[in-house]
């Protein structure tokens, strides 16, 4: 049996979808700001592999949080990583564009040099260091710019905002690969199978973005596109949209390692935001 840290978030949700058998362990049953119980909760559970699908994701709010993003980002997630490795089961980790600095137009492989620009990636970079320094067999996979049907994303925001307003504007000189949760949820289930049974020819950072990279106003206008939504996106520059953290120019990652390692290709977004909005209708 599979545990899954992480109950109402994007990944969460979809491997719930395609794993209803696994363990969900929400805000509830266990608290990332009490590291040890995130441990002892593996302890108690024995099971046969370990996923981490939560994290403090608010990237404004941690730049006035640093301890608790600290706590729930670097310190839960390395101490899961020991639990794994104590026991000898996969550790799986989620991790994020935002570990880079964004300088540049060229996509980014997994040994690119890290240079967080705010709280949030700075933690989720010490987390990835946690996990690798805990041994035992883990796996980091980096996406970017998640959207599904649940929880808070820029799909659902532009959804709203497009309903409301004639004109939006976005900024169009932050590029990268939005990447559908379903997708990164069937990619997780796949790294766990193929790492169980390579465990010495697998394992370590692997990024995984949707395609094709395009900003966030490219984004916006596929959304309105396929929504039937008639809002102008009017592009911005980054400097015209100030926000509390500074987030990458450049967010493109290199996705050949994991084609490479576990067969799994970029997923086309445009498809994936097709899905979300059937859900999206369904549930309305
Ligand atoms: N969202 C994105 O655009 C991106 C996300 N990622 C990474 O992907 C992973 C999954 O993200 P995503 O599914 O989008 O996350 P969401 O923001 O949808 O959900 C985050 C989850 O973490 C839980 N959580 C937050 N704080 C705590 C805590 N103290 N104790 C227990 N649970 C907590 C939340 O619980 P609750 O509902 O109770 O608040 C929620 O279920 C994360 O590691 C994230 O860093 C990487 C790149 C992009
Ligand atoms: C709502 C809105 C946002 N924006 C900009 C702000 C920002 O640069 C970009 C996206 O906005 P968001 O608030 O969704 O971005 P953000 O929350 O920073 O999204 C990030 O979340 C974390 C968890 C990650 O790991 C990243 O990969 C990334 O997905 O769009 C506009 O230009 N116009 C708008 O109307
Ligand atoms: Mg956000």
Redo the contacts with the bound molecule.
Sequence with gaps: MMLV??????????LAALDPKAIF????R?????PEA?AAAIRAARPRAVI???????VDRAETDPD?AH???AE??AAMARACADLGIPFL??????VFDGAGDQPRSEDAPTGPLGV?GAT?LA?EQGVAAAGGTWAI????????A?????VKTMLRLGAERDRLTVVADQIGGP?P?AD?AAACLRMISVMRDRPDTTGGIYHFAGAPDTSWAGFAREIMAQAGLGADIAEIPTADYPTPATRPLNSRLDCSRIARDFGIKRPDWRIGLAKVLEQLKDKA
Excluded at 25 to 28: A, F, I, K, N, V
Excluded at 141 to 148: E, G, Q
Excluded at 150 to 154: D, V
């Design positions: 840290f992480g109950h109402t978030g994007q990944v969460a949700r979809e362990l929400g805000r509830d266990a608290d990332l700001t009490d995130c981490n699908a939560a994290a403090y994701t608010a608790t706590l729930v980002n839960a997630p980790q989620i991790s994020t564009d935002y949030y989720k987390g996979l980096r996406t970017s710019w998640v959207f599904s649940h929880g808070a994303n820029f990447t949760a990164i």
